[in-house]
């Protein structure tokens, strides 16, 4: 058996920390490490808790879910679940969370949280333990391409760089391919 998925909930309502907890820790392959109240706690215990994977609430006070997800994505690129009231499917701030790099949305209920939380308690689960399996690319990764070039770097322009020699030909057929260009 593997050991199970690491999990921060990061949400400033008290009650929907408290209900994502006892949601996520019926589940032998999640383990809830922590829960922060806003953002700035959160970056405190993600250093100090090194979880597997994020759930995050946008309306929080200090920072809201938003900016920390995009900070978060530039600097230590992890897995998150957006877990919010604003997440409704195809909203603006649905398509922004996963725009900035959230790999999936679970709405919360506005009215009776601990109840609609619980109704939802087994796709919850699901989208966590899926998000945790996610391998998010670093900074550095998104930025190199098929070619062996890195994208700022004028030491290595396309196809240059000498490390990827032996790609770089085979890289080239491969981006008129996938760019439609030669």
């Not at 009231?85 to 195809?90: A, I, L, R």
Request: with cysteine.
């Amino acid at each position: 058996m593997s050991k199970p998925a690491k999990v921060l909930i990061i949400d400033d309502s008290a009650v929907a920390r408290q209900t994502l907890k006892n949601i996520l820790s019926e589940d032998p392959e999640l383990e809830v490490v922590g829960t922060a109240p806003d953002a700035l706690i959160a970056l405190k215990k993600i250093s100090e808790l090194n979880p597997d994977v994020l759930t995050l609430d946008v309306q929080m006070p200090k920072m809201d879910g938003l900016t920390f997800l995009e900070r978060l994505m530039k600097s230590r690129p992890m897995p998150v679940v957006m877990v919010s009231s604003y997440t409704q499917e195809g909203s603006e701030t649905a398509m922004r969370s996963l725009e900035l790099g959230a790999v999936d949305i679970i709405e919360k209920p506005k009215f009776e949280v601990r109840e609609g939380l619980n109704e939802i308690a087994i796709v919850i689960t699901d989208k966590v333990k899926a998000a945790a399996q996610a391998r998010m690319k670093t900074a550095r990764q998104s930025f190199h391409r098929w070619d062996g070039s890195v994208e700022g770097n004028p030491q290595y322009p396309a196809g240059t760089n000498p490390r990827h020699r032996h790609r770089s030909t085979h890289a080239k057929s491969f981006h008129g391919f996938f760019c439609n260009q030669p």
